[in-house]
């Protein structure tokens, strides 16, 4: 099993270009996360999923969109990258709850110049 | 909803030092929550949980944590530390109602020898 894996581990965008970070799981979870990490911000929710075909918004979803059009995998899309979503990404996914044990990817780190 | 507070941003202990990180939250029913720990460059692990009875709780790697109600604390303990413990961590709560986790801002352990 690798559990949460998360594509690509680094990338630096310019402003105003666009990327998509990938989040693929193994162990048949219904629920995935998006959180974005910042120093002394702690993990914050981007947009989650409670099942294959479903999103929801988290506390900070401006300026992402996700999809989840397969139950294994979670993508987190910046159509127009600004500066302030420098940041480590991280993808959790859990069996069938929020409040299940979540089990996190090993992170990707954007940077926005 | 609910909201966590990590007072303490960074600690320093001694190798074989016994270690309390703390953890408060609020939430007008019983929480569940949780402990995960970041070592550098990864991402997060589950260390323990409370959903509910016993609220003394024993996790991995020799970590308990104790839930009281009456001081809305979760704080999280070790008899004695070891280098391989210097990581970050994090408490986190759930609501009973299925919502999201909110972690809190994270606490940085530095072991010294």
């Known amino acids: 099993n690798a559990g949460v894996t998360q594509t690509p581990k680094f990338r630096v965008l310019k402003t105003g270009q666009s990327m998509t970070l990938l989040c693929a799981q193994d162990?048949?979870?219904?629920?995935m996360y998006w959180y974005r990490q910042d120093p002394g911000m702690g993990l914050r929710l981007i947009h989650y999923?409670?099942?294959?075909?479903?999103?929801a918004k988290g506390e900070v979803p401006d300026g992402y969109n996700v999809s989840r059009l397969k139950k294994q995998n979670f993508l987190l899309g910046l159509e127009s990258a600004a500066p302030s979503q420098t940041s480590v990404y991280f993808c959790a996914s859990s069996y069938s709850s929020q409040t299940e044990s979540q089990y996190f990817g090993p992170g990707t780190r954007l940077t926005v110049t | 909803a609910q909201s966590v507070t990590q007072p303490d941003i960074h600690i320093t202990v001694s190798e074989g030092a016994s270690l309390e990180l703390r953890c408060n939250y609020s939430y007008g029913a019983t929480p569940y929550l949780f402990w995960y720990v970041q070592s550098p460059g990864q991402g997060l692990q589950l260390l323990l949980k409370?959903?509910?009875?016993?609220?003394l709780v024993q996790g991995i790697k020799g970590f308990e944590a104790e839930f009281k109600r009456s001081q809305s604390s979760f704080n999280l303990r070790k008899p004695s530390v070891h280098w391989s413990d210097a990581a970050e961590y994090f408490c986190?709560?759930?609501?009973?109602?299925?919502?999201?986790?909110?972690f809190g801002k994270g606490t940085r352990l530095s072991v010294i020898a």
């Open positions: 409370y959903f509910s009875g016993d609220t």
């Open positions: 986190a709560v759930g609501g009973r109602g299925n919502t999201p986790l909110v």
């Open positions: 162990m048949n979870h219904e629920y």
């Open positions: 999923s409670v099942g294959e075909g479903t999103t």
